[in-house]
């Protein structure tokens, strides 16, 4: 998994709430043995049934069409587990999702392959303030390192993640790769084992 550090971009307005994964990434496309998850994202609203650019959706529209935050609403990525619904994401082009808040299996996968959720809760008048600084002239910029966001005009909106999520999403590391940081230790703890209770140990062939 690559690193996240910061992204720096446009950030698109999808104020919607309870958007699921199959409209994230919609299952028609996924009939496909390597379907072009950049194209199928939000799939069934980027394009009319003749196949072309739908104007009205906000990722069609010149100012949202290279975004790189995608700013949205509450329980976003409800729905199925599918991880192309992230996968969709990071094809496009998206390295950050600032919403209300997020499915939690939806937030999980997020966080196992590079992209960043930040939570900006409806309780929290930052979410709305942000919003009014969205327009497509000028980029955000996410950074994970500061765990803050900093808006085209300079106004900061901090945001929590715990430390281990953001160890592991600096680092790019997986759940494998967690545990391949403390190898050290874990053959320290097997090298006791083996001379103080042998018989706790596996013997190859028995």
């Known amino acids: 998994m690559q690193g996240f550090t910061t992204v720096t971009g446009t950030a698109a307005p999808l104020l919607l709430d309870d958007i699921n994964t199959d409209q994230i990434a919609p299952g028609v496309y996924l009939r496909h043995f390597r379907p072009d998850y950049a194209a199928l994202l939000f799939g069934l609203r980027r394009y009319k049934p003749d196949g072309s650019d739908d104007p009205g959706f906000v990722l069609n529209q010149p100012q949202y069409r290279q975004a790189r ?3 949205t609403g509450a329980n976003f990525g409800c729905g199925s587990s599918r991880e192309q619904a992230v996968w969709a994401m990071t094809a496009f082009g998206i390295g950050c999702i600032v919403a ?6 939806y937030r999980e996968n997020c966080l196992k392959n590079g992209l960043l959720p930040v939570v900006l809760g409806e309780a929290m008048p930052a979410f709305e303030a942000l919003v ?3 327009d497509g002239s000028a980029p955000f910029t996410v950074s994970l390192e500061e765990r803050h966001i900093l808006a085209p005009d300079g106004t900061r909106f901090d945001f929590a993640i715990s430390d281990g999520e953001r160890h592991a999403l600096l680092h790019g590391l997986d759940d494998i790769g967690l545990t391949l940081e403390l190898a050290d230790t874990i053959a320290a703890w097997e090298a006791q084992i083996s001379a103080t209770a042998p018989w706790q140990q596996n013997i190859p062939g028995k």
């Open 132 to 134: 009014t600084r969205i």
């Open 69 to 71: 935050i995608l700013v």
């Open 100 to 105: 209300r808040g997020f499915a939690d299996i």
